[in-house]
């Protein structure tokens, strides 16, 4: 079956600071891979998306992450963050074949200090 | 409207009282989901529609909770006798095809809770 973990339940960067979120997954294959955010009393959006092709992708809100299939990970990173980066960021992996709901990781939440 | 509309936002309700959460997912969108986030949990697939495909229900966690989608479009998800445990944000996403594997677009939930 598929999981997704993320080890890290809080972080806390300074604004201006880089970050990088771990994400981990396990399944069989080749997986779709997502990462969303949520933003306090907002639903969550969509961040980037990797599907096959190039393995670092390019996100909104200047955020990146790179595919190792070799260490079944999915890292977010962004250079330099902002206080309104503050939220909760989810990791999700869906199955090639489709019709299936995502799985995902339960979370990190970013905390953003001056 | 543009987004995944839910109702209400928030829910408070007597333990063993039933209550029905509604989605509106986008217009034209075939696939609906709903997940429930508990504080630290993450989020939990609860029940996925696809057209006129009978539903996945592989994640009702029991037989207190279904859900219904009238005419391709609104879902209803029915939580009877609520317990306590329930108290979670519920979450309704809609996609235009057939699977969260291109994007899901995801309605700001209704948190519930069970007093």
């Known amino acids: 079956a598929q999981s997704v973990t993320q080890p890290d339940i809080h972080i806390t960067v300074s604004e201006g600071a880089s970050l990088e979120l771990r994400c981990n997954y396990s399944?069989?294959?080749?997986?779709?891979l997502f990462w969303y955010v949520q933003s306090p009393g907002q639903g969550l959006q969509l961040l980037l998306k990797?599907?096959?092709?190039?393995?670092l992708v390019q996100g909104i809100k200047g955020f990146e992450a790179e595919f190792k299939r070799s260490q079944s990970s999915f890292n977010l990173r962004k250079p330099s963050v902002h206080w309104s980066d503050a939220a909760e960021y989810f990791c999700?992996?869906?199955?090639?074949?489709?019709?299936?709901?995502?799985?995902f990781g339960k979370g990190t939440r970013l905390s953003v200090i001056a | 409207g543009a987004g995944v509309s839910q109702s209400p936002s928030n829910k408070v309700t007597e333990k063993g009282k039933d209550v029905e959460l509604r989605c509106d997912p986008i217009?034209?969108?075939?696939?609906l989901y709903w997940y429930r986030q508990s504080l630290g949990q993450g989020l939990e697939f609860l029940i996925y529609?696809?057209?006129?495909?009978?539903?996945?229900k592989s994640g009702l966690p029991s037989d207190r909770f279904s859900a219904e989608r009238t005419g391709g479009s609104v879902s209803t998800l029915t939580i009877q006798r609520t317990q306590q445990e329930d108290s979670a944000v519920y979450l309704c996403?809609?996609?235009?095809?057939?699977?969260?594997?291109?994007?899901?677009?995801f309605g700001q939930g209704t948190r519930l809770t069970v007093v």
């Open positions: 217009s034209g969108h075939t696939a």
């Open positions: 990797y599907f096959s092709g190039d393995t």
């Open positions: 529609f696809q057209g006129n495909s009978a539903p996945d």
């Open positions: 996403a809609s996609s235009p095809v057939g699977a969260m594997n291109t994007e899901a677009f």
């Open positions: 999700a992996v869906g199955k090639l074949s489709g019709n299936t709901p995502l799985v």
């Open positions: 399944y069989g294959a080749t997986p779709y």
